[in-house]
């Protein structure tokens, strides 16, 4: 924000509500927050950040990870990349880098790699949050 620096707004009791709660939720912070009403509990109380600039085209980058977080995912863009498929040929898929940054007196980082390995499941197959 040219006008004051970047807000992040906190979704209270992500683990207990349903997507679509939150996804209202969400619009709501995001209002408040761009006309700064805001309350101090609404940006400062998070555990884990996202922070996605995949839509500005950029694939990946090293997010900053705020005072008092645990963790911050950083989300790249996706893009067409040349891989080898399961089958053992050369493919085009679609790619996106995600990394995430710790702070190792609060988790433990084989647990944020197990996040990852289930994070990266889940996007590439999606219909696992269904079963």
């Known amino acids: 924000m040219p006008d004051g620096g970047l807000i992040t707004p906190v979704l209270q009791d992500a683990d207990k509500t349903d997507i679509y709660q939150l996804s209202r939720n969400w619009a709501d912070l995001v209002k408040r927050a761009r006309a700064k009403q805001l309350k101090p509990e609404e940006y400062n109380s998070g555990t884990f950040t996202i922070s996605n600039l995949g839509m500005y085209g950029v694939d990946t980058f090293d997010a900053i990870l705020p005072p008092g977080t645990a963790c911050i995912m950083a989300v790249g863009g996706s893009k067409p990349t ?13 790619v996106m880098q995600i990394n995430i940054t710790a702070d190792h007196r609060i988790v433990y980082g084989a647990d944020a790699a197990e996040f990852l390995q289930t994070f990266k499941a889940i996007v590439e197959s999606p219909d696992q949050l269904l079963l």
């Not at 498929?85 to 679609?94: F, H, M, N, Q, Y």
Request: net charge neutral; no cysteine; charged share 30%.
């Open 82 to 94: 040349v891989v080898a498929t399961e089958d053992g040929l050369i493919g085009v898929r679609k």
